[in-house]
């Protein structure tokens, strides 16, 4: 997936909701240590910066240079470019070493990733025992029962463009393979669902849909997936231009440990 979100960067730094911080705080309850974070494909920083509120240090990696550049500055947040090319022991070294992290979140992006190759180095890095490794999603907008079905059939035809691994973001990361102990907030097959409750204009709904991978991928082939008739579709079910709207995204959370290694 590298590049993928690339040419949207700065539509994507606008376009998405923000995490309740809340969230972080279970998490952080959670980790007897408050030493040092990962946060995984960081993108421009939304994560990294609210773990940062409960960590002393957080590494923020990506494997997209764009979006790195458009990364939201923060005292006690580092971040660093992880290339295709970079090798598990240099990533390591690169986060802080084995045993040596205490939270790992990977906000909106796992399902990207070499899954096996990415657990095991989350099971070298965490410390074990006490380490926590948590990822969330979100997958739907909820708005209004005249609205929902319009986004529905959009939803429908964006889905010849979307890369195989968004399959696991349709189903709720309910068949994301997920091999950790559970800590309470969702296991392996059963994953917490959750709201994230949003003040959203019109322009700001436009927008994340323009940052979805699949209208872009849909427009490097010709497709035009938001044409004038669609956004007026969407304008009149939304009830104006100027209208701000109270929306919920659907996500959804999955977070362990390592488990114990059998003597």
């Not at 309740?20 to 910066?49: C, F, I, M, R």
């Not at 970079?86 to 045993?99: F, M, P, R």
């Not at 949003?198 to 322009?203: T, V």
């Not at 700001?204 to 991928?217: D, I, N, P, Q, Y």
Request: proline fraction near 6%; charge should be negative.
């Amino acid at each position: 997936m590298a590049g993928l979100f690339d040419k949207q960067a700065d539509v994507y730094l606008d376009a998405r909701p923000t995490y309740p911080k809340e969230w972080y705080s279970k998490l952080a309850v959670l980790t007897p240590h408050h030493t040092l974070a990962w946060d995984v494909g960081t993108g421009n920083g939304q994560a990294a910066l609210s773990v940062a509120e409960h960590y002393e240090q957080v590494i923020g990696t990506d494997v997209s240079e764009s979006q790195l550049q458009r990364a939201m500055l923060h005292p006690r947040v580092r971040y660093a470019h992880t290339p295709l090319s970079i090798t598990d022991d240099e990533v390591i070294a690169l986060v802080g070493g084995e045993d040596s992290v205490d939270l790992v979140t990977v906000a909106q992006a796992v399902h990207w990733f070499d899954l096996p190759k990415f657990y095991n180095l989350v099971s070298r890095v965490l410390k074990n025992p006490g380490g926590v490794f948590a990822v969330w999603c979100y997958n739907d907008i909820e708005v209004d029962p005249t609205f929902d079905p319009i986004m529905k059939r959009f939803h429908d035809t964006t889905l010849p463009f979307w890369d195989k691994n968004i399959q696991y973001v349709f189903d709720g990361y309910k068949t994301l393979p997920f091999p950790f102990e559970s800590v309470g907030l969702g296991s392996e097959g059963n994953p917490l669902p959750l709201d994230i409750p949003k003040q959203l204009s019109f322009e700001g709904f436009l927008k994340m849909l323009r940052s979805w991978s699949a209208v872009t991928t849909a427009k490097d082939q010709g497709v035009d997936l938001l044409p004038e008739k669609v956004v007026k579709e969407f304008e009149g079910a939304w009830g104006g231009s100027k209208l701000v709207r109270s929306v919920s995204y659907k996500a959804f959370m999955l977070a362990g440990k390592v488990r114990l290694r059998s003597l």
